[in-house]
């Protein structure tokens, strides 16, 4: 059975920091490219970060400078740390893992305000 469990969402002033994490399991982890997407209230959801199994990371130009995508393939964890927060990266963030099939995180929300 596949598991994403994301963790590290919460509350945080504008200017702050996150660390989200993504626990797998079910999966030959190192072989999948992870991602880390985001929905907003009334919005589409959108593409954060995505880091292919050999380690290129890839990223939307809102987040760029701000997020940074990593793995742990002995962990079976990829993290997106978030600084810089914005009340416009206000969302449920979710982990997403591709190869021949995609699986879906049930997404930790993130909560950007003063």
């Known amino acids: 059975q596949v598991q994403l469990v994301e963790s590290g969402g919460g509350l945080v002033q504008p200017g702050g920091s996150l660390r989200l994490s993504c626990a797998a399991s079910?999966?030959?982890?190192?072989?999948?490219?992870m991602g880390w997407y985001r929905q907003a209230p009334g919005k589409q959801r959108e593409l954060v970060a995505s880091i292919t199994s050999g380690g290129s990371g890839n990223y939307a130009d809102s987040v760029k400078g701000r997020f940074t995508i990593s793995r742990d393939n002995a962990a079976k964890t990829v993290y997106l740390q978030m600084n810089s927060l914005k009340p416009e990266d206000t969302a449920v963030y979710s982990c997403?893992?591709?190869?021949?099939?995609?699986?879906w995180g049930q997404g930790t929300q993130v909560t950007v305000s003063s």
């Open positions: 997403h893992a591709q190869l021949v099939f995609a699986y």
């Open positions: 079910g999966i030959m982890f190192s072989r999948y490219t």
